[in-house]
């Protein structure tokens, strides 16, 4: 399985940028897609999932500004981001995971929002 993402980039606070991400592969259902950022010189950390079904989990800090959706025919996996804050700043990972403990990840992509 693999994991390509786009999107991301240089923002103004404010602002608003969007990140996909396909999986390529063996995909099999029930499965959960989500991000997951890292900024420097700290852990990873959840951002937001979502099930094949469309249940969503999001972390406090970016609950009612982000949204994540799935196209489940293509494999893809999305991250509209709005009103963001410098904060927000880190190298965002896409991942795709089973249940049973298998997880593939994307290479990131870097999301910088500037004051």
């Known amino acids: 399985v693999q994991l390509q993402a786009s999107g991301g980039g240089l923002v103004q606070a404010g602002g608003s940028l969007g990140l996909s991400c396909t999986a390529s592969?063996?995909?099999?259902?029930?499965?959960?897609m989500g991000w997951y950022r890292q900024a420097p010189g700290k852990q990873r950390e959840l951002v937001a999932t979502i099930t094949d079904a469309g249940y969503t989990n999001y972390t406090l800090p970016v609950k009612d500004r982000f949204t994540i959706s799935r196209d489940n025919a293509k494999n893809t996996v999305y991250l509209q981001m709005n009103s963001l804050k410098p904060e927000d700043t880190a190298v965002y990972y896409c991942?795709?995971?089973w249940g049973y403990g298998i997880n593939y990840w994307g290479k990131g992509t870097q999301v910088t929002v500037s004051s």
């Open positions: 991942k795709i995971y």
């Open positions: 592969g063996s995909i099999f259902s029930p499965n959960v």
